[in-house]
């Protein structure tokens, strides 16, 4: 991710030299072109058996996330 935001930073300082309408378009959208970062945060009980209908849909689509889940230590669906 760092690399890619050196890269796009390189390009806007490029672009910012030029004067026309499809320069404009383009330092627009350029900040588009970092990939970004999808977190899933969630405690255990979420995790394993309230939100695993979703979760397991959400992996199953191949996209990159990162999920975290948190080891709460008590059973927080009843108020814990």
Do not use: C, F, M, P
Request: negative net charge.
């Amino acid at each position: 991710l760092a690399a890619q935001r050196d890269r796009v930073v390189e390009l806007k300082h490029r672009l910012s030299g030029l004067d026309s309408d499809l320069t404009a378009d383009l330092l627009s959208v350029v900040d588009q072109l970092v990939r970004r970062s999808v977190w899933i945060v969630g405690g255990d009980g979420w995790a394993y058996d309230i939100g695993a209908g979703g979760l397991d849909h959400v992996l199953a689509t191949g996209r990159n996330v990162n999920v975290l889940v948190l080891d709460t230590e008590v059973y927080s669906n009843t108020g814990g």
